[in-house]
């Protein structure tokens, strides 16, 4: 059984799971947990206002996760990994969201996608080269794939790489980037073959510091301000053949779907770490602020909603726990996870906000954490494939 200490993340108010044990929770996990815990409590939490106030994770911050055993949990040890599983991975993105830094540390991008396109795909050679750099820390990882002309309609990126006797020679531009700033390999999608609609697309692993790789501004968004989001540019760059994501071209859509299923469950994972912080630290406020001579929890407004709040936070942790379950058995299909990723993302902003209701103007206000919370939960229900596109790719199975 979990204890509240184990999963609380610095004392929370409502335990949410001390009568429940996901099976993907075992023990070492939990020792993985607290030992991240302790770490993102000394290490991240205290940086995370100067974070967002300059708009980007400071890059020491990445080697000190690595060197901390925290980055790629679930590389094996022959490529410099801990060799463990993606439930490490899964312990430590919910405790990312525990101190209220979540997604902002754009880890579930290195960690929870590129360092798995290169496992999965990659040559040995690749895998040799760069996921080491991945684990410590030293190389940290993009993936490109939105351009300004499409996002969702993934097969008409205009990003092209044409064959050279020696390589490829890469044109095109990306935006929206997660770890844009901060990257020195990007993942790139690009179309080796545009007349072969999905089989001429390819994904080549770009190094960020080659002539003709650019960075634009690191966009100012709405929500995630800690987080690096950049447009990158890219002209007339050559990459060596050996460069295309496990050696053969035309794999990348494949490649892409192959993954989605694991990319759309890391938010879902995210948005119940973060339902779950949101409504603590509105028990935790609702509890000692007064009005007309009671706490504001007394009044059975608060209380009815909360009920109903943590009832639909349960619902979704388990649900979300069997599809790690899933997952980790190699068995999480499309569907399934597109059911995951709209429905906890819409979950929790619905929940957000009410915390944010809850705490009246302070909710407002940018120095309590909840309002962060709330503006940073906003684009989960866009990226990752919006939830409407989730939509689309469930009502295909019925
Ligand atoms: C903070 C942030 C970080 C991001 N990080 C990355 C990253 O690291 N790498 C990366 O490649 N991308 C990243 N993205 C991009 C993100 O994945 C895209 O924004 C997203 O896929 C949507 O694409 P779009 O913005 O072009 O919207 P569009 O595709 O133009 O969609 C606009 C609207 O139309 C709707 N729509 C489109 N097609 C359909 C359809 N068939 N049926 C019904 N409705 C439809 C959409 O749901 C949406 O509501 C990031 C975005 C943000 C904001």
Not at 95 to 124: K, M, N, P, Q, W
Not at 233 to 246: H, K, R
Request: with cysteine; proline share 3%; aromatic share 10%.
């Amino acid at each position: 059984m979990r204890d509240s200490d184990t999963q609380g993340g610095g004392g929370m108010n409502f335990d949410f799971t001390s009568d429940y044990q996901p099976s993907w929770e075992t023990d070492d996990v939990s020792i993985f947990r607290n030992a991240a815990r302790k770490f993102l409590e000394s290490e991240f939490q205290p940086h995370i206002e100067r974070w967002t106030s300059q708009g980007f994770i400071d890059k020491a911050a990445w080697r000190a996760a690595g060197s901390g055993g925290f980055l790629c949990p679930s590389v094996p040890e022959e490529y410099g990994g801990g060799g463990g599983s993606l439930a490490h991975h899964f312990a430590w993105l919910e405790e990312l969201e525990r101190i209220t830094l979540g997604a902002a540390f754009g880890d579930a991008v290195h960690s929870g996608i590129c360092a798995h396109y290169l496992l999965e795909f990659g040559t040995e050679d690749q895998k040799r080269l760069w996921l080491p750099k991945l684990v410590s820390g030293e190389v940290v990882c993009a993936i490109g794939m939105t351009e300004p002309g499409t996002g969702s309609d993934l097969q008409s990126v205009k990003t092209r790489a044409v064959k050279q006797e020696n390589g490829f020679l890469i044109n095109g531009q990306k935006t929206f980037i997660t770890n844009g700033q901060n990257a020195d390999l990007i993942i790139l999608v690009a179309k080796t073959d545009p007349e072969a609609r999905s089989k001429g697309i390819s994904l080549i692993l770009v190094d960020m510091s080659l002539p003709g790789v650019s960075r634009g501004r690191n966009l100012e968004k709405i929500g995630m301000h800690a987080a690096d989001t950049s447009e990158l540019f890219f002209e007339d760059v050559l990459v060596d053949s050996d460069a295309i994501l496990g050696g053969e071209e035309g794999q990348g859509f494949y490649q892409l779907m192959n993954q989605l299923p694991q990319e759309r469950l890391l938010i879902a994972i995210g948005a119940v770490a973060s339902m779950e912080t949101g409504l603590d630290l509105t028990l935790e406020y609702v509890k000692s602020r007064r009005a007309f001579g009671q706490a504001i929890f007394d009044f059975q407004n608060t209380k009815h909603r909360l009920a109903e709040a943590v009832t639909e936070a349960r619902v979704a942790r388990v649900f979300i726990d069997d599809c790690v379950e899933r997952l980790l058995a190699g068995n999480l299909d499309s569907k399934v996870a597109s059911m995951a990723k709209w429905w906890a993302s819409q979950k929790q902003n619905e929940i957000l906000d009410l915390c944010v209701q809850l705490h009246g103007g302070y909710g407002y206000m940018s120095e309590y954490p909840i309002a962060r919370m709330w503006t940073d939960a906003r684009v989960q229900k866009i990226y990752g494939g919006t939830n409407e596109i989730m939509k689309e790719l469930i009502a295909r199975h019925l």
